[in-house]
């Protein structure tokens, strides 16, 4: 028996205008198509208004809002911001997936139909992706991310799973506190490798504000916001120096959180959420996410009934 599959799409988007068409290709030709795809065009100022124009007038599913240029492109807040601005204008209750889409992507047709399988197969999935790979000429290469968690890109997520987490911090990095919100709250975050589930990110992550530098050392700040300890960022930093800019991608990890550290920046508040943090991070370093989130994905399926209610 199939489940009802009324997906929304929303895309944050602001000065796509060199991806946006592939994406939305991309979108139209999936075998099972989204209820709705609401694009927040967040005040673009290049080709991206009459690139979406022309597609909302030739696919009944794309709804586009207009936000007013703040000036600048802002990435993690304005980011969800966009997103909040995006979900005022729908009822979350219509649907039965949720998924935060950029407008930099490019994917397999039964990416969406695929996902919504491996849902129906797991009533503990909570958000799921596949893997980002990058396109370089002919060759095409992992942007490395972990099994832990939904890609940020492509945040699938179900709809129940999303509100039981209070949805998405507004802060760099809220698309790793969400994963370890979802395993709080009795719910299963992951991607996997899946042929149908590869996805092309046409941009490096990081590179759509000013530099990767700034990128990397945004991230830095995001790791230092969302809680994690020094000797886990030490170890981040280290395995992100294998990624380009080598060298350069790790070091910016590091400066970004010591920068943070040093101007006393704010940081995550929930005691609950910072204790469980911490220990996932000392499991993680002692024998890798994988295993550790999967030790934590086993312990919820043995005692969380399905549906997100948490363990005891």
Request: proline fraction near 5%; hydrophobic fraction near 40%.
């Amino acid at each position: 028996m199939v489940l009802s599959r009324r997906y929304l799409l929303i895309s944050p988007c602001r000065d796509e205008a060199d991806y946006l068409q592939i994406t939305i290709d991309t979108v139209a030709a999936q075998t099972v198509l989204p209820t709705k795809w609401l694009i927040v065009d967040d005040g673009s100022t290049d080709a991206t208004p009459e690139i979406l124009a022309r597609a909302a007038a030739k696919y009944p599913y794309i709804e586009v809002v207009r936000r007013e240029n703040r000036g600048h492109r802002s990435v993690g807040p304005g980011v969800i911001d966009a997103l909040y601005h995006g979900l005022s204008k729908v009822n979350l209750d219509d649907y039965d997936y949720l998924c935060k889409f950029d407008c930099d992507l490019e994917m397999p047709p039964r990416y969406f139909e695929r996902t919504m399988e491996l849902f129906e197969a797991d009533p503990w999935l909570g958000t799921l992706s596949g893997k980002l790979h990058l396109r370089f000429g002919n060759k095409e290469v992992v942007e490395r991310t972990g099994d832990e968690n939904s890609v940020g890109p492509v945040k699938f997520y179900r709809v129940a799973c999303f509100k039981a987490i209070g949805g998405f911090v507004r802060e760099v990095c809220w698309d790793g506190i969400d994963g370890h919100m979802c395993r709080m709250r009795g719910w299963v975050a992951r991607s996997v490798n899946d042929p149908e589930l590869r996805i092309i990110h046409l941009r490096q992550m990081g590179s759509s504000h000013i530099s990767l530098w700034n990128g990397r050392k945004r991230w830095g700040r995001g790791k230092y916001f969302m809680g994690s300890a020094p000797s886990y960022i030490a170890a981040v930093a280290l395995y992100r120096m294998a990624e380009r800019p080598y060298l350069l991608s790790g070091v910016g990890i590091l400066w970004g959180y010591i920068q943070a550290s040093l101007e006393k920046a704010p940081r995550m508040e929930d005691q609950a959420y910072l204790d469980y943090l911490r220990r996932f991070e000392r499991e993680s370093l002692l024998m890798g996410k994988r295993r550790a989130a999967d030790r934590y994905h086993d312990r919820i399926r043995r005692e969380a009934p399905a549906g997100g209610t948490p363990a005891p």
